[in-house]
C-alpha cells in the first residue's frame, strides 16, 4: 500500500494461521489469512477437520438410524436437524403426523432455536472481548437443555424425533414448566439489552462492518439471519410452512443494513418471536392424543427423490433423499447452512482490519460440526 | 421398534410360513418370500423384524419385487389360516402409503375377501404418493388375489402374482405414468413455462425430460442436457419470466450406471422454485460449473468434486474441501474402497 | 524513611533499606495474590458464578497454588525465538512496575523516595515497559505475539500522551511535580472535583497503559490467542502477570494520589481512622472499578480505539488544560 510518508522501510505481507485450533473460530475451523500490518489482504478458509462423513455413512443406515447422526451435525440445534430427516421422509411417504406430535416438535424446535441464539449472543460477545455475557447466556439455555434432558433424557444430542412423530410424550408437568420458563426469558431479555446492546464500545465496534448487499447475499446462496439483514422479508416457516407453523403468529424480523450489528439485533428478535410462537403452541397443546403416527414398520420410502428446507436457526436446513425403495437412502444430502453461509467470508475480509475478523466471523454464526459435515 | 419387541418376531415369522408352506406347496421363490412377508405384514404387532432383512434382501433390481410377493405368499398364508385380523392390521401398515389406484385394486380386493379391512384402508388411503402406488397396491391386490388362489391353487397363483408385480414395478421406478394419473399439481402451470420459455429459447432437445416431482412437495423438475446446461443456467438466472436468483442446493448423486447432478432453484423474484437434473456419466463425469452465475455454487460444487468426482469445468479453485488434498478417491461414489485399510 | 536517604551509606543503613524493599515486595506481592483473588471472585459473582472456592478456606489459597504451579511448570522456550531477548523481556516488563513504586507516598510518612518530579518518574519509568513487551513478542518468534507487541506498542504510546496530559492539570494547580505536595494540595477539596474532566481523562488513558479491558488488546485472547505472551509459560509468564497486576498497584496508587487526596480522610472529622486505611480504601474502590469494568465490557477496536486516544481524549486533555490556566489566571486576578 502506497503511503504518502515513504519512509523506505521494505515491508511485507504475512501469512498468519488462524485455526483449527483458535479460541475464536468456535471449533476446528482454520482460517489462512494474508496480512499486511493489520489489514487483512485475502482470507481462505480452510475446512473438513470435523467432517466425518455424515453422508457416506447415512448410506449404510436405516432411516431411523439416522437420526442420531443429524444431531452431530449441527449440535447447537439437534431438534432442527431432527426434524429436517424425518420432515424429509415424512414427505418423501406421505405420512401424516399426530397433531399432539406435530405441536411436541414445534415447541422443540423453537425451543432449540432460543437456545442456539444464546449461544451466539454469548459466543459473539466474547469473541468481542466481553466475558459475562456468555455466562448469562448459558444460564438461560441451561434451563432449556434441562428441559430437554426431561423429555428425551440427553443434553445435546437429542434423538429425539421419529419418522411418524416423537419419541417421547411430554411428562407431565413439563408444559407448565415450559410456560414458566418462556415467561421467565420474556422478563430476562430486556436485561441482554441493557447489558450489550446498549453499551457505546460495542455498538461501535460492529456498526458497518461485515456489511453487504442482498445481491451478495443471493448470489452466494445466504439463508436465515444472513439474508434477513439485507432487507429481504423471507423465513421458510413464515413463506413456506412446514409442520403447523402456520398455525402461529409471528412477525419475521428483517433489516437493511447487511452488517453485523444488524444481524446481532435480528437474532435477539427472533427470540423474542420464538417466544411467540412458544406461547401460542404451549397454550393450545394437546393434552390427549397420540405422540406417533401410524408408520410401516420398516421404513421403505418409495423410489424417487425429495428434496425440503426447513428454516434452522442458522439458516436454510435442507435434506436431499435419494431412495431406491429399500430402507437405506440411496443418497443422503444435507444443505448446511452453516456451509453455504460461510462462503461468503473471504469477500468480506478482504480489506478489513485483523480485530474485525473475528466479529465478522462470529456474525455469520457458523457450527464446525455443520460446515464439515 | 425396540429391541424386545423385534425378538419374537423370528418365530412367529416362521409359524406363519410354515402354515403357509404346508397348506399352499407354493414353489421355491415363493416360499422364501413368504419368510420375508411374513415379516413385513404381520410385523405390526411385532416390530420391524428387520434382522431377516439383509439375508432374504436380493440385489438391487430384484428386490423391488420383493414385498409384493412376500405380501403375496403372506396373504396365502394367511388366509388359509383364517387369520382375518392379522390381515387387517396388516393392510393397516400399508395404507398410509396407497392411493387412488390402489383403493380400486383394495376394492376388488374385498369382493374377495376382506371388505373390512379394505374399506379401512380405503378410509385411510389419503392423497397419497404415486410412487408409493404399486408397492402398496400390490400388497392388497396381491392379497386379494391371493384369496382367491388360494381357493383354487396356490402356486400358479403364485407365480401370476410375481409375474404382475415385477410389471408394476417397473412402472414404479419412473414417477411420471402415476403423476398423470392424478390430477394435475398445483405447480403444473409453472412447469409448463419453464419447458415453454427453456424450448423458445434452446430448442427441444435442450430438455431431456420434465415433469412434476410429487414426493417433493410437488417440485417442477427440469432434466437438462448436460451441453446445454452452462447456458441454460445463465438464462435461468437472467431471464425476467424466470429469474432464479438463489441457488439452495448443488450435489451430486451417483447412479451406479449415471452421475447426476441435483439443484434446486428459487426465485425471491417471483417466489417459484425449480429443481434442475444434469446427467453425466461416471468414467467422465462433468459438468459445467455455475459459479460464474451464483457465486454459492462454489463450495458446494467443490464438495461434489471432493466426494463424487465430478468435474466442474469453470470452476476457478476447484480442489479438495472436505478430505485432505492427499487423498485418494472419492468417498461418496457407490464402488468406493479407501486406499488405506489402515485408516 | 527518607531520611536514611539522607544518611552515609553504612552496613546498617543498606540493610534496613534493602529490608525494606523486600517489604514492600512482599506487601505488592500479598496485594497481587489477592487482588487476583478477588478479582476472580467479584468477576465471578457479577458473571453467576461462585469463583475459587477449592483451595484453602474460601479458595483463599486458591492464586498460591497457582502461583506454585507457574514456578513448577517446565520452563520452555521456542525453538527459533531469539534466546537472549526472550529471557530478557518478562525483566523488563516486570522491574519498572516494581520500581515506579519507589516515589509512591502511602501515607506521608510511608514512602521511599520523597522525588521532587515525582510524577515525571513514574511516567518516564513505566515507558519502559512498552519495550518489555514488544521485545516480548518480537523474541517469541510467533505471528500472533508480534502482532500483540505491535499493537500494545502503539496502544500504549498513544495512551501515554492524554495520560500525561490530564495531569498537567492537577500540576498547574499545585505548582509541584512532588506527589507528597500535590497530596498535601487537595486538604481543603480533592482534585477530582476541580480536575473532573482530567481525572476521567486520566481514568481511561490509565486503563489502557495498563493493558486491561476494555483495553485489553495487545492480548486479545478472541483474536491474538494471548497476544506478546502467547509463548511464553512458567515463571515468565508469571513475570508478566505479576508486572500487570503491580502496575495496576501503582496506577491505583497514583491515581488516589493525584485525585482522591490520597491518605486524606474525607472529611477531618473521620481523622480518627489513620491515614494508611485511607489509603486503602480508595484504592480498594478504584481495583474494584477495574474488575467491574472487566467483567462487563467488551474489548476496543484496534483502529477505534487510536482514533479515541488522538481525536477523543487528547483534544479532551489539552482544553482541560486551558481551561485550568484561564481558571488559575482567573483567580490570580492577571485577568
Keep these: 500500500m502506497p503511503t504518502p510518508f515513504s519512509t523506505g522501510i521494505r515491508t511485507e505481507e504475512m501469512v498468519l494461521n488462524i485455526g483449527p485450533q483458535h479460541p475464536s473460530t468456535h471449533g476446528v475451523f482454520r482460517l489462512v489469512v494474508k496480512i499486511d500490518g493489520e489489514t487483512i489482504k485475502e482470507a481462505v478458509p480452510v475446512m473438513g477437520y470435523l467432517h466425518r462423513g455424515t453422508e457416506k455413512l447415512a448410506e449404510n443406515l436405516t432411516y431411523t438410524q439416522i437420526i442420531p447422526y443429524t444431531d452431530r451435525i449441527d449440535y447447537l440445534s439437534s431438534m432442527t436437524n431432527n426434524y429436517v430427516l424425518c420432515h424429509a421422509v415424512e414427505t418423501l411417504m406421505g405420512l401424516s403426523i399426530p397433531e399432539k406430535a406435530e405441536f411436541l416438535r414445534v415447541i422443540v424446535m423453537e425451543m432449540n432455536r432460543i437456545a442456539s441464539h444464546l449461544v451466539w449472543w454469548g459466543t459473539y460477545l466474547l469473541d468481542i472481548g466481553a466475558i459475562g455475557p456468555f455466562l448469562y447466556a448459558f444460564r438461560d439455555r441451561e434451563t432449556i437443555i434441562n428441559l430437554f434432558n426431561e423429555l428425551s433424557g440427553a443434553r445435546l444430542t437429542y434423538n429425539y424425533m421419529r419418522i411418524g412423530g416423537v419419541k417421547w410424550d411430554a411428562p407431565p408437568g413439563w408444559i407448565e414448566k415450559a410456560k414458566e420458563f418462556v415467561q421467565y426469558l420474556k422478563s430476562e431479555l430486556p436485561n441482554y439489552h441493557v447489558l450489550v446492546s446498549g453499551n457505546e464500545i460495542f455498538q461501535s465496534r460492529i456498526t458497518g462492518i461485515g456489511t453487504y448487499s442482498r445481491q451478495d447475499a443471493l448470489d452466494h446462496s445466504l439463508s436465515g439471519v444472513m439474508l434477513r439483514c439485507t432487507g429481504e422479508n423471507w423465513d421458510i416457516r413464515k413463506n413456506e410452512p412446514y409442520s403447523i407453523y402456520d398455525r402461529f403468529e409471528f412477525d419475521v424480523p428483517v433489516a437493511t443494513e447487511g452488517d453485523c450489528l444488524s444481524r446481532y439485533h435480528l437474532r435477539l428478535q427472533e427470540i423474542e418471536q420464538s417466544i411467540r410462537i412458544l406461547e401460542q403452541a404451549l397454550d393450545q397443546f394437546p393434552e390427549e392424543g397420540e405422540v406417533m403416527g401410524k408408520v410401516p414398520k420398516v421404513i421403505r420410502p418409495p423410489v424417487g427423490e425429495v428434496y425440503v428446507r426447513i428454516e434452522a436457526p442458522r439458516g436454510e436446513l435442507g435434506v436431499y433423499i435419494a431412495s431406491q425403495g429399500k430402507d437405506k437412502p440411496w443418497r443422503f444430502k444435507l444443505r448446511r447452512p452453516s456451509f453455504v453461509n460461510l462462503q461468503i467470508l473471504p469477500k468480506l475480509l478482504e480489506g478489513v482490519n485483523m480485530s474485525n475478523m473475528v466479529a465478522i466471523l462470529g456474525s455469520i454464526d457458523i457450527v464446525v460440526g455443520e460446515v464439515d459435515a | ?343 | 524513611m527518607s531520611s536514611w536517604l539522607e544518611q552515609a551509606p553504612s552496613l546498617t543503613n543498606v540493610l534496613h533499606y534493602s529490608l525494606a524493599a523486600v517489604a514492600l515486595l512482599l506487601v505488592v506481592l500479598g496485594f497481587v495474590t489477592y487482588a487476583i483473588y478477588f478479582e476472580r471472585k467479584v468477576i465471578g459473582w457479577m458473571q453467576l458464578r461462585p469463583g475459587p472456592n477449592r483451595v484453602g478456606p474460601l479458595g483463599l489459597l486458591q492464586t498460591i497454588s497457582d502461583v506454585t504451579k507457574l514456578l513448577l511448570k517446565e520452563d520452555t522456550r521456542p525453538k527459533h525465538a531469539d534466546k537472549a531477548l526472550f529471557t530478557l523481556a518478562p525483566i523488563l516488563a516486570y522491574s519498572p512496575a516494581f520500581a515506579v513504586l519507589a516515589v509512591m507516598p502511602f501515607t506521608d510518612t510511608i514512602q521511599f523516595a520523597d522525588l521532587g518530579v515525582g510524577v515525571l518518574y513514574y511516567i518516564a519509568l513505566s515507558s519502559i515497559t512498552v519495550m518489555g513487551v514488544i521485545t516480548a513478542g518480537w523474541a517469541s518468534n510467533n505471528k500472533y505475539s508480534l502482532i500483540g507487541g505491535m499493537r500494545s506498542a502503539a496502544q500504549m504510546i498513544s495512551y501515554e500522551v492524554p495520560l500525561v496530559m490530564s495531569v498537567v492539570g492537577i500540576i498547574l494547580m499545585t505548582g509541584s511535580l512532588n506527589l507528597k505536595d500535590i497530596v498535601y494540595a487537595q486538604q481543603d477539596v480533592w482534585n477530582i472535583v476541580p480536575q473532573f474532566l482530567g481525572f476521567i481523562v486520566f481514568l481511561i488513558a490509565a486503563q489502557a497503559e495498563l493493558n486491561r479491558s476494555p483495553f485489553d488488546l495487545p492480548e486479545a485472547e478472541s483474536e491474538l490467542v494471548a497476544g506478546y505472551h502467547v509463548e511464553y509459560s512458567g515463571f515468565r509468564f508469571a513475570m508478566f502477570m505479576l508486572a500487570e497486576y503491580v502496575y495496576m498497584f501503582g496506577m491505583g496508587t497514583l491515581i488516589v494520589v493525584l485525585f482522591l487526596g490520597g491518605w486524606l480522610p474525607i472529611h477531618p472529622s473521620l481523622d480518627f481512622i489513620p491515614p494508611i486505611i485511607w489509603f486503602i480504601i480508595k484504592f480498594m474502590f478504584y481495583v474494584f472499578l477495574q474488575f467491574w469494568l472487566r467483567a462487563t465490557m467488551p474489548r476496543f477496536r484496534a483502529d477505534q480505539l487510536m482514533g479515541f486516544a488522538w481525536k477523543v481524549l487528547l483534544p479532551v486533555a489539552l482544553f482541560n488544560i486551558m481551561l485550568t490556566a484561564f481558571v488559575i489566571t482567573y483567580q490570580n486576578g492577571f485577568m
Design chain 2, 1 to 343: 421398534m425396540s429391541e424386545e419387541k423385534r425378538k419374537p418376531t423370528p418365530e412367529e415369522k416362521a409359524a406363519a410360513a410354515a402354515v403357509a408352506r404346508a397348506k399352499a406347496k407354493a414353489a421355491k421363490e415363493a416360499r422364501e418370500a413368504q419368510a420375508n412377508a411374513a415379516e413385513s405384514d404381520t410385523g405390526e404387532p411385532n416390530g420391524e423384524g428387520r434382522a431377516d432383512a439383509p439375508q432374504a434382501e436380493p440385489p438391487i433390481e430384484k428386490r423391488k419385487p420383493t414385498p409384493e410377493e412376500k405380501a403375496a405368499a403372506a396373504a396365502a398364508a394367511m388366509a388359509k389360516a383364517k387369520a382375518a385380523k392379522e390381515a387387517r392390521e396388516a393392510a393397516n401398515g400399508t395404507t398410509s402409503d396407497a392411493d387412488p389406484d390402489a383403493k380400486a385394486k383394495a376394492a376388488a380386493a374385498a369382493k374377495a375377501k376382506a371388505a373390512a379391512a379394505a374399506a379401512a384402508k380405503a378410509k385411510a388411503a389419503r392423497e397419497a404418493n404415486a410412487g408409493e402406488t404399486s408397492d402398496a397396491g400390490m400388497d392388497e391386490d396381491a392379497k386379494a388375489k391371493a384369496a382367491a388362489a388360494a381357493k383354487a391353487k396356490a402356486a400358479a397363483a403364485a407365480k401370476a402374482k410375481a409375474a404382475a408385480a415385477i410389471k408394476s414395478n417397473t412402472g414404479a421406478s419412473s414417477v411420471e405414468p402415476t403423476a398423470e394419473e392424478a390430477p394435475p399439481s398445483k405447480n403444473q402451470p409453472y412447469l409448463d413455462r419453464y419447458v415453454q420459455i427453456l424450448t423458445e429459447r434452446f430448442g427441444k432437445e435442450s430438455i431431456e425430460d420434465s415433469y412434476i416431482n410429487r414426493l417433493s412437495k410437488e417440485v417442477p423438475t427440469l432434466l437438462i442436457k448436460n451441453e446445454h446446461w452452462h447456458g441454460i443456467a445463465q438464462f435461468l438466472k437472467e431471464e425476467p419470466a424466470l429469474q432464479f436468483d438463489y441457488l439452495s442446493n448443488l450435489h451430486g448423486v451417483d447412479y451406479e450406471d449415471r452421475m447426476e447432478v441435483y439443484y434446486h432453484f428459487y426465485s425471491y423474484e417471483h417466489h417459484h422454485s425449480l429443481a434442475v437434473k444434469v446427467k453425466t456419466t461416471r468414467e467422465n463425469a462433468s459438468v459445467s460449473s455455475v459459479t460464474d452465475i451464483w457465486a454459492g455454487a462454489d463450495w458446494n460444487e467443490r464438495e461434489t468434486f471432493d466426494l463424487l468426482g465430478i468435474d466442474f469445468p469453470g470452476h476457478p479453485n476447484l480442489v479438495r474441501i472436505m478430505m485432505p488434498d492427499e487423498w485418494i478417491g472419492h468417498p461418496l461414489r457407490k464402488d468406493y474402497e479407501p486406499f488405506d485399510e489402515g485408516v
